[in-house]
């Protein structure tokens, strides 16, 4: 995507940001100077505010993340086990649609166990999506603790905790969805920051106090007329990167900064192998109809031709080796 641009790519890992001197170091102490700079750092799993988080339940943010759950499936899979016992910690759209795939993988060996600690899972999302959510975990026989708090993690089971009654459930595999916390190289930084450690920002993207920070994403707390948070979607940081983009042009070719204003075009979920959740601009769709759909949403917003293609080409490869692998 970087190629023939004039953008300078450096991979690294940023290890301080110096405000007052505009300017960031990487891991490897090279130094980096700006005029303007965008912050755009993502959550980080916040596996350690519970004991045994970090010891015994895999995350699912990255690809690393997806190996660690391959690996572990494959084992217990191979086990001479009756049954495979899954709790999956946080109810959000990650936590739906890893328990409706990991449903279906598993088949009748699999035991699955959603835990939210709200009244219901999907909170930013819409009634439909919700609702057609529960019936494929219904349909998927997954077993659903809402209003549950996880009191404790150990390597063979989970302390729940149901208003105030203390279950201990054991489990062979964990997996944790919870929303993600702000990086920690935020909360170092001299600037205002919310509650949950977020850079406050105005209605331009610029943090509060620095007017030459922007951020966007999950590092920023950006918020819509009425005072609300944005959720913490992708929807929302490519809306703002745009935004983000052009005040930062502006800001130097003396041109008027558009305050940003989220547009929801819709939402859409997988629930397994073959059916989804649309909802959005007048549509509600669920099922393979709105699977089929929402990939061919995704494919269109792809980047470029060839990130099309490649994805294409996965898509219909993938059926053919999973058989020719049987």
């Given at each position: ?42 959550g ?54 890893l ?21 219901d899972?999907?909170?930013p ?96 707390d950006?918020r ?49 192998v ?12 669920a ?16 980047p ?23």
């Open positions: 995507m970087l190629a023939n641009t004039p953008v300078d790519f450096q991979q690294g890992t940023v290890t301080a940001i110096d405000v007052n001197n505009h300017k960031i170091t990487l891991d490897n102490q090279k130094d980096i100077c700006y005029d303007r700079l965008v912050i755009a750092l993502g980080q799993s916040s596996l350690d505010f519970l004991p045994g988080a970090r010891t015994h339940a895999i995350p699912f943010r990255s690809l690393e993340d997806a190996y660690r759950l391959r690996d572990r499936l494959k084992t217990l899979e191979q086990s001479d086990r009756d049954k495979i016992r899954v709790a999956i910690i946080g109810g959000g759209y990650s936590g739906v649609e328990a409706c795939k990991l449903a279906e993988r598993l088949g009748e060996r699999g035991r699955i166990r959603l835990i939210e600690r709200n009244s899972i999907l909170g999302s819409t009634q439909f999506n919700r609702d057609t959510a529960k019936k494929a975990l219904e349909k998927r026989l997954v077993w659903l603790d809402l209003e549950t708090t996880v009191a404790d993690i150990q390597a063979d089971r989970l302390s729940l905790d149901y208003k105030g009654q203390i279950d201990n459930i054991p489990v062979d595999l964990i997996l944790w969805t919870v929303s993600p916390i702000a990086s920690p190289l935020l909360a170092n930084l001299p600037i205002a920051h919310s509650e949950r450690k977020l850079l406050k920002v105005n209605q331009y993207l610029q943090t509060v106090e620095n007017p030459s920070i922007y951020a966007i994403g999950d590092a920023a950006s819509d007329q009425e005072d609300k948070p944005y959720a913490a979607t992708a929807q929302v940081a490519l809306q703002q990167s745009d935004y983000c983009a052009w005040n930062i042009w502006a800001s130097f070719h003396d041109k008027p900064a558009l305050p940003f204003r989220y547009q929801p075009l819709g939402e859409m979920l997988t629930l397994g073959d059916e989804a959740a649309i909802s959005g601009l007048g549509l509600e769709l099922g393979p109809l709105a699977h089929l759909t929402r990939r061919l949403v995704y494919l269109y917003r792809l470029t031709l060839n990130h099309q293609i490649a994805v294409a080409f996965n898509w219909i490869t993938q059926p053919l080796l999973s058989l020719i692998s049987e």
